[in-house]
């Protein structure tokens, strides 16, 4: 069987690939949204933790990572593996708390640096006898340069950016220990992974991230829960995913071996995977969880057996790395467009949530347009100022009624515009997590018109200032003279805002300044009314959308994701063609003519035809 051969535009296609479902985000509780940031975590884990370090590392050992329900015996698997106890068997659960990770000492440099699990820090311990296991508890994290050394003492080794990236829960719940034993043969390492139905949900996402990055999954279950739903979820993953499997019938007992093996076998062979290598281990009195935690090593030996012949048969150690990495590689097909199609449904919400919210604030605009042509503001304290304006009234305190009129007017629509909105999106699932936070703001939405419409009104007077001192200067009427900018400024509010209801304002603006300076007047404020109206409006709307942008929905998501998988594909074909009628590829990913900046940069050219021509 042929190693794995990649070239890095290959890997250069994924690392963009990778980069996008980074970036992609679901964050409207839209149906399906809950499983698109699942198959995100997922892909991003197998990404990460094995597709890209694999194809890097072909020549790398094998990792085959022991999952399992609670209870399963992969602890104790692994120990008898193994041949002494690296992993704490109990009947306490749950057990593994903190994953540990077994290989030879000669292959210990693959471990020790981030190439796989970047995100779990490296916890060492120095070699154990049989009964050492218990001190090797009492760990004193030491920093090392180099990651340290799995015999040479204590030490860790911190992840990079993935660390940042997934990092969460409590310290234990984010290392991995690592051992060394030289009974374990060079070329394959074991990773005793925490249970998969863990009660505690740290544990179960470290399981899951671990599974994500195995060359072969060793799934165990029992003759007691071989049909339960966890481990049959699992299998069917891995089919999904075409990796190579290997399943564990735990603790069958003798009297009914036969008969539950045959079984287990049948619900293999349905589901389409009697392929499978399948394992049967008897109850023992070491199985059970007050054992030593060691089983005799002929009930491990067929499935050791196995393990040893993938590590020293090359060619068989490089058909499992080759089908897993080829299988994820493959399920991209489908994964992809799933993912686009959640972005792209996540893009479609938020523009309709935007529309609804528009649609509203267009409403509104055009109910305020109408009142202020039918002089709505006019009303009130506002009229009776304007009545009494005539015999002597004071042209602030008409400003001040009107100055408030208008700000009345716009509260009022946008109250209207914001209640229409939180009903329509009362209507929308799509809404659910933001209508309280963008209803937050609405209280004090009349302070910030008012604020709006006073600063309107000094423009209007500093406007009507610079057109009576003109006409002075031009000297276009006899009481130009005597009249002052307020008087001005209080006509032509009263104009603007007034409607029908105040033709006659108009009429004794053009008496004082003449009916061109009016007219340009009347004109010029006319514009600077529309424009407060436009802000204030549009300072409310972009206040209720403020929640919507805060989700960062951008709509490039799905056409990125769709071309960088396009991408992919291409260099996919391309490497596997390069290849092909070749019986024998290079071994190791070595470089290629050109830089490596070069291949980004032709992989970034060949991602922006891809999204133009999409």
């Not at 070491?286 to 089983?295: F, I, R, V």
């Not at 499935?303 to 990495?325: G, I, M």
């Not at 302070?447 to 200032?465: D, H, S, T």
Request: hydrophobic share 40%; glycine share 10%.
């Amino acid at each position: 069987m042929a190693t794995l051969d990649v070239r890095p535009r290959l890997i250069d296609a994924l690392s963009v690939l990778r980069n996008r479902v980074d970036a992609a985000r679901f964050p409207l509780p839209l149906r399906g949204a809950a499983r698109a940031r699942r198959n995100r975590d997922e892909l991003l884990a197998q990404l990460d933790d094995y597709v890209i370090p694999r194809l890097r590392s072909p020549q790398a050992p094998l990792l085959a990572v022991i999952g399992g329900s609670t209870g399963a015996g992969k602890s104790t698997l692994v120990n008898s593996l193994v041949g002494r106890r690296v992993s704490e068997a109990g009947v306490l659960r749950p057990t593994t708390r903190t994953p540990v990770l077994v290989c030879h000492p000669e292959d210990v440099h693959w471990f020790s640096g981030p190439r796989v699990l970047p995100h779990l820090t490296r916890v060492w311990v120095p070699e154990q006898d049989d009964g050492g296991a218990a001190e090797a508890e009492e760990e004193r994290d030491c920093p090392t340069a180099g990651g340290g050394s799995a015999a040479g003492g204590y030490g860790t080794y911190g992840g990079g950016r993935a660390a940042s990236r997934r990092a969460g829960g409590g310290s234990a719940a984010r290392t991995v220990r690592i051992e060394a034993d030289a009974a374990l043969p060079s070329g394959v390492a074991l990773l005793d992974a925490p249970d998969i139905d863990s009660l505690v949900a740290r544990n179960r996402e470290l399981a899951a991230e671990l599974i994500c990055a195995a060359d072969v999954w060793v799934l165990v279950t029992t003759a007691a829960r071989y049909a339960d739903a966890v481990p049959w979820h699992l299998l069917r993953t891995a089919k999904e995913y075409d990796v190579t499997l290997v399943t564990v019938l735990d603790r069958v007992p003798h009297q009914i071996a036969t008969d539950i093996s045959g079984r287990y076998a049948e619900l293999l062979q349905r589901a389409g995977l009697g392929h499978v290598p399948r394992f049967t281990i008897p109850e023992l009195p070491e199985s059970a969880g007050g054992g030593s935690g060691l089983l005799p090593a002929t009930a491990v030996a067929a499935l050791r057996d196995w393990l040893e012949r993938h590590a020293k048969d090359s060619a068989a150690r490089a058909a499992a790395a080759e089908r897993t990495a080829a299988g994820v590689i493959a399920s991209l097909r489908s994964r992809l467009p799933a993912l686009a199609g959640a972005a792209a449904a996540q893009h479609a919400a938020a523009l309709r949530l935007a529309g609804r919210v528009e649609e509203a604030y267009e409403r509104a605009a055009e109910r305020v347009r109408q009142e202020v042509a039918a002089g709505e503001v006019l009303s009130g304290d506002a009229r009776a100022h304007w009545r009494g304006h005539g015999f002597g009234g004071r042209s602030d305190e008409l400003l001040d009624a009107l100055t408030d009129g208008l700000t009345s007017l716009l509260a009022c629509a946008v109250a209207e515009a914001d209640e229409r909105a939180a009903e329509a999106w009362r209507r929308d699932p799509a809404a659910a997590e933001v209508s309280l936070t963008a209803a937050a703001g609405a209280a004090d939405a009349g302070e910030r018109l008012g604020v709006i419409v006073r600063r309107w009104r000094r423009c209007l007077e500093e406007l009507a200032e610079e057109e009576t001192r003109e006409a002075r200067a031009g000297q276009a009427g006899e009481r130009v003279g005597s009249v002052e900018p307020e008087e001005s400024a209080a006509l032509l509010a009263t104009a603007l805002l007034g409607g029908r209801r105040a033709r006659t304002a108009g009429e004794n603006l053009a008496d004082l300044l003449g009916a061109q300076t009016a007219l340009r007047l009347c004109d010029r404020g006319a514009r600077l009314l529309t424009t407060c109206l436009e802000r204030a409006l549009d300072t409310e709307r972009d206040r209720r959308l403020a929640p919507l942008d805060e989700l960062t929905v951008p709509p490039e998501q799905q056409a990125e994701l769709i071309a960088a998988l396009s991408v992919m594909q291409r260099e996919r074909k391309a490497e596997q063609k390069t290849w092909e009628g070749r019986a024998t590829p290079p071994v190791a990913a070595g470089p290629m003519p050109g830089t490596r900046a070069e291949h980004g940069a032709g992989i970034e050219r060949e991602l922006a035809k891809e999204e133009v021509s999409g």
